[in-house]
């Protein structure tokens, strides 16, 4: 284990995986194109280009955050180069391919989704039917299937069974130097897909509902709740064995009759647990690195009383729009009820991933993250939407966009 601090990020979710280290009382070093305003003050930040890579110590250790399942070959190029904290390029490339998983939960008896890889009738075309691109995240390249017949694997696609209903994600430490590797369950947190912003893409991944108070998350009796979440345990330990995970990692899942049904599997750092680090009061990632004893750091605990239940959402553009200049995050952060647009590692924000002034958005891009906290999951959803649409009417006024919201858009 390298003798340093450092923890070198790129990809999605940047300034969430930035924060986690932070937490754990490392210092990140962050590839960011769009160099929030948000980043942790301490981060060494750039955009991404060779030269700066070149800069990076090779002792300097890499978490694989959101998209990396994707560059399988850079992915593997870093590892060749550097520690990483997480998977290799063949793990994620085995327990991302949705037909081995699928088998694999069957052998198990436990449940997951139908899938199969062309669009021809089946033994099973009863079903309702999404299709999901192999190489894309966040959920912008699911649509409902149609009735056309076409070869999915030689496009890049796949087709899963459709089922209506809340989407969550059950997230998980593996820990890097034991064998066999002990997992931990780390919590579970519910994902809001789609929004008012984004009418074209229902499927798209827009905010994380977390809790420290797992079953409350469903809304079931208290002992199928309980059990619900054993079962999650169970299948979140047989598939780190079984596929030799690494590091922080989750999987999606929805409820079919009660039970567990497996989505598919996130091998990396995902963007619901910085949601769940501020609910539970627990850095995953110093959970991760506690048997490296080599490895400097200061813990940092949180010992604050935190809200029953934290969420965050995703602001899109509805239109084309650009800040301005001189565009200032303050007043609207003051409305919500802060007092700085900067936060502390273990504070809850009021608004994050806060683009620079002249920053443009196209239609459908993420302008920033609305937070909210609430007594209960439904009381939280409430009150994301409330500020979701005070932080978007004063976006609409400060850029004169009369026409931005049409007000019978919801």
């Not at 800069?55 to 994707?70: A, D, M, Q, T, V």
């Not at 750091?297 to 729009?321: H, M, Q, W, Y």
């Not at 500020?387 to 400060?398: F, P």
Request: proline letters at 5%; hydrophobic letters at 40%; aromatic letters at 10%.
């Amino acid at each position: 284990m390298a003798n340093s601090n450092e923890v070198l990020i790129d990809g999605f979710s940047t300034r969430a995986a930035a924060w986690s280290v932070v937490r754990a009382g490392l210092s990140p070093v962050l590839f960011d194109q769009c160099l929030d305003l948000d980043l942790p003050s301490l981060a060494l930040k750039s955009e991404q280009t060779t030269e700066f890579w070149k800069k990076i110590p090779r002792s300097i250790p890499f978490l694989p955050i959101g998209g990396w399942e994707n560059r399988l070959e850079e992915l593997q190029q870093i590892a060749d180069q550097r520690p990483i904290w997480g998977n290799s390029a063949m793990v994620m490339q085995n327990i991302r391919d949705p037909i081995s998983l699928q088998q694999t939960m069957k052998i198990w008896q436990y449940q997951s989704l139908e899938v199969r890889m062309s669009g021809r009738p089946d033994n099973v075309s009863q079903l309702k039917w999404i299709r999901k691109s192999r190489s894309a995240t966040g959920g912008f390249a699911i649509s409902l299937v149609s009735d056309e017949i076409s070869d999915l694997e030689e496009n890049g696609f796949y087709e899963q069974e459709y089922i209506a209903g809340p989407v969550y994600s059950a997230q998980f430490c593996s820990f890097l130097n034991s064998q066999p590797q002990p997992t931990e369950f780390l919590g579970l947190t519910k994902q809001q897909t789609g929004c008012p912003e984004l009418p074209d893409f229902p499927f798209a991944y827009t905010g994380t509902i977390g809790t420290a108070r797992n079953e409350e998350l469903f809304e079931l009796e208290l002992s199928l709740a309980k059990r619900v979440v054993l079962e999650i345990q169970e299948i979140g330990l047989r598939l780190a064995q079984e596929y030799d995970l690494r590091g922080l990692w989750g999987f999606d899942f929805i409820l079919k009759d009660d039970r567990p049904a497996v989505i598919e599997v996130n091998p990396r750092y995902t963007a619901a647990m910085e949601v769940l680090e501020l609910a539970t009061g627990e850095s995953f990632l110093d959970l991760l690195l506690a048997n490296s004893s080599s490895f400097m750091r200061t813990n940092f605990r949180n010992d604050s009383t935190k809200p029953a239940v934290i969420g965050k959402a995703f602001l899109f553009a509805r239109s084309e729009l650009q800040l301005s200049n001189n565009w200032n995050w303050l007043p609207i952060i003051q409305e919500l009820g802060g007092l700085s647009q900067n936060y502390s590692a273990w504070e809850i924000p009021q608004l994050s991933d806060l683009p620079q002034p002249g920053k443009r958005f196209t239609t459908g891009e993420p302008i920033c993250t609305v937070w909210a906290t609430g007594k209960t999951i439904r009381n939280c959803e409430e009150q994301l939407l409330r500020r979701k649409l005070l932080v978007e009417d004063w976006i609409m006024l400060q850029t004169n966009g009369a026409a931005y919201r049409a007000t019978d858009s919801f």
